[in-house]
């Protein structure tokens, strides 16, 4: 399982995550199972894990363990499994990170790092959409958006018009041919810093994972038992504040709403004022945990 994927604040967020040992708990982002093998390993036998990930890549990772059951889906979907296996969760964990392993297996192009690899990034391989499909067929006014809004892209026009103009020469199916046709903005010595901003938005857009999200948190709140735990590692801004303001408020845009006596009315409360963040040790053995955040909230109990 490291090899697919090694698993960030694995430690902090399956302690804050496990209040029962004996309870029933998500993971949301099964990836390389890494999570799940460490929440397994501190659960007793009557407890239960249901796991999800909607690439099939990862669910032929799951171990062997009658306590453990697979669900081949998006996340969005949690509350619909929830009742569908009639049960409420003591914890729900959610690591938003795109696994090492679709990284780095060129075919599944989610990296510039490898040149005229298929322009997919599809995290489920089945879905209908691919970044190609997106590149060659959104009109510029959408891709400036989706570049603004998921990428912070400096200069999204002009990204957008480059992308329009190369796809009329020919169409753009590979990361080389992205690559190539954003080459005359890429400042020297950055190159990898702005493609990284612009690959990130549209795999974003691809796999509808701002959408997904904002679901996601729906159901796992209405899914959690009372006092139960919903712990969430996000890796960019937009998520975290997603995240961030569904705690805080209730609602993914951060809108306060109070009862007739004033109160806030939210379904959770932050059990961590401020993100926990990975320790220095650990971002030298694994880059990709430099920007992670950990957020913790608890299910508010009936008053």
């Given at each position: 399982?490291?090899?697919?994927?090694?698993?960030?604040?694995?430690?902090?967020?399956?302690?804050?995550?496990?209040?029962?040992?004996?309870?029933?708990?998500?993971?949301?982002?099964?990836g390389g199972g890494g999570?799940?093998?460490?929440?397994?390993?501190?659960?007793?036998?009557?407890?239960?894990?249901?796991?999800f990930d909607r690439d099939?890549?990862?669910?032929?990772?799951?171990?062997?363990?009658?306590?453990?059951?697979?669900?081949?889906?998006?996340?969005?979907?949690?509350?619909?499994?929830?009742?569908?296996?009639?049960?409420?969760?003591?914890?729900?964990?959610?690591?938003?990170?795109?696994?090492?392993?679709?990284?780095?297996?060129?075919?599944?192009?989610?990296?510039?790092?490898?040149?005229?690899?298929?322009?997919?990034?599809?995290?489920?391989?089945?879905?209908?959409?691919?970044?190609?499909?997106?590149?060659?067929?959104?009109?510029?006014?959408?891709?400036?958006?989706?570049?603004?809004?998921?990428?912070?892209?400096?200069?999204?026009?002009?990204?957008?018009?480059?992308?329009?103009?190369?796809?009329?020469?020919?169409?753009?199916?590979?990361?080389?041919?992205?690559?190539?046709?954003?080459?005359?903005?890429?400042?020297?010595?950055?190159?990898?810093?702005?493609?990284?901003?612009?690959?990130?938005?549209?795999?974003?857009?691809?796999?509808?994972?701002?959408?997904?999200?904002?679901?996601?948190?729906?159901?796992?709140?209405?899914?959690?038992?009372?006092?139960?735990?919903?712990?969430?590692?996000?890796?960019?801004s937009l998520e975290d504040?997603?995240?961030?303001?569904?705690?805080?408020?209730?609602?993914?845009?951060?809108?306060?709403?109070?009862?007739?006596?004033?109160?806030?009315?939210?379904?959770?409360?932050?059990?961590?004022?401020?993100?926990?963040?990975?320790?220095?040790?650990?971002?030298?053995?694994?880059?990709?945990?430099?920007?992670?955040?950990?957020?913790?909230?608890?299910?508010?109990?009936?008053?």
């Amino acid at each position: 399982m490291s090899e697919y994927h090694t698993p960030v604040m694995l430690d902090e967020s399956v302690s804050a995550l496990v209040i029962n040992p004996d309870g029933v708990y998500a993971d949301a982002t099964f990836g390389g199972g890494g999570h799940t093998a460490e929440l397994l390993s501190r659960l007793h036998d009557g407890a239960r894990v249901i796991a999800f990930d909607r690439d099939r890549d990862a669910v032929r990772n799951a171990p062997d363990d009658r306590r453990l059951t697979m669900v081949h889906n998006n996340f969005r979907f949690i509350e619909n499994y929830a009742r569908h296996y009639g049960v409420r969760f003591d914890g729900i964990l959610a690591d938003l990170g795109v696994s090492s392993h679709q990284f780095d297996t060129a075919d599944r192009g989610f990296s510039f790092r490898y040149e005229d690899a298929p322009l997919d990034m599809r995290m489920n391989a089945e879905g209908k959409t691919t970044a190609a499909d997106l590149v060659n067929g959104a009109a510029v006014e959408d891709l400036e958006r989706i570049l603004r809004l998921y990428g912070e892209v400096d200069q999204p026009r002009r990204v957008a018009q480059l992308v329009a103009a190369a796809r009329e020469e020919q169409p753009i199916r590979t990361t080389g041919d992205l690559d190539r046709a954003l080459a005359r903005i890429l400042p020297k010595g950055a190159e990898h810093k702005v493609l990284a901003k612009i690959y990130q938005a549209l795999r974003i857009e691809v796999n509808q994972e701002m959408r997904s999200l904002e679901k996601f948190l729906e159901g796992a709140t209405a899914s959690l038992k009372e006092g139960g735990r919903l712990v969430v590692i996000t890796y960019h801004s937009l998520e975290d504040r997603m995240v961030k303001n569904w705690i805080k408020t209730g609602n993914v845009e951060g809108r306060e709403e109070k009862d007739l006596y004033g109160r806030a009315v939210t379904p959770l409360v932050a059990v961590n004022r401020k993100p926990v963040l990975p320790q220095e040790e650990e971002i030298a053995g694994n880059t990709r945990a430099r920007s992670a955040k950990l957020r913790i909230a608890e299910r508010r109990t009936a008053e």
